[in-house]
């Protein structure tokens, strides 16, 4: 019955070392999103795929990249990460841009 | 750009009590509005959504959300919670723009703890 997978649940990775959270859907969706949640924050969109056009908000560090190869995977890669980086990351999908949107559990990086 | 703001960071409850969590937001033209719900080892998930039509609307496990243009506001409420409604409490706004409504603007969270 899920419909939005994340893996790893938890990744620790050391400063400076590439990581790759990945994500899945099963609903078929056109948008996939990425957000970012610092411990008592709110949540933060880092950038979204509408099909195969990428959409970066202004302020996501060139540190972060995505890729989506198909409609049914994203991924967040964080190029060298920082202590900074260190935060629960979330996966949303939604059919068209503006309307539900459905999230993953989330994947809590820590950084050492 | 759109801001979001929750009034209450933490509400503590008991059992039957009524509910109200503020949400404002700040933005001039046409939004989407939702509020989300965490619970406790969960996902977020859809509470309730407000599109468009009557500003009063309905979720799911008997809360509602009116939004009040004027006020740019979009509260929730319940009139008689339970302890399973113990959780993180999102509100999210959505802007339409010329390209289309992008990602969602979250507010802090309210973190609401019902007591038996």
């Known amino acids: 019955d899920a419909m939005v997978i994340q893996n790893p649940r938890y990744q620790v990775t050391q400063f400076g070392k590439p990581v790759t959270l990945s994500c899945s859907q099963t609903?078929?969706?056109?948008?996939m999103y990425w957000y970012q949640q610092k411990s008592s924050q709110a949540p933060k969109l880092l950038f979204h795929?509408?099909?195969?056009?990428?959409?970066n908000e202004a302020d996501t560090p060139d540190n972060f990249q995505s890729r989506r190869p198909n409609t049914s995977f994203c991924f967040l890669d964080i190029r060298s990460p920082g202590l900074g980086d260190a935060a629960m990351y979330l996966c949303?999908?939604?059919?068209?841009?503006?309307?539900?949107?459905?999230f993953g559990p989330g994947t809590r990086l820590t950084v050492t | 750009a759109q801001s979001v703001s929750q009034h209450n960071h933490h509400v503590i409850l008991s059992e039957a009590a009524s509910l109200e969590l503020g949400c404002n937001y700040s933005?001039?033209?046409?939004?989407?509005l939702f509020w989300y719900v965490q619970y406790p080892g969960q996902h977020l998930q859809l509470l309730l959504k407000?599109?468009?039509?009557?500003?009063l609307v309905k979720g799911i496990k008997g809360f509602e959300a009116e939004f009040i243009k004027s006020k740019f506001s979009f509260n929730l409420r319940k009139p008689s919670v339970q302890w399973s409604d113990t959780a993180e409490y999102f509100c999210?706004?959505?802007?339409?723009?010329?390209?289309?409504?992008?990602?969602?603007?979250f507010g802090k969270g309210t973190h609401l703890i019902i007591q038996p």
């Open positions: 609903l078929n969706h056109n948008v």
């Open positions: 933005y001039g033209g046409t939004v989407n």
């Open positions: 949303a999908t939604s059919t068209r841009r503006g309307s539900v949107q459905y």
């Open positions: 407000y599109f468009s039509g009557d500003p």
């Open positions: 999210a706004v959505n802007a339409e723009s010329g390209g289309g409504a992008d990602g969602l603007t």
């Open positions: 795929y509408y099909d195969k056009d990428f959409n």
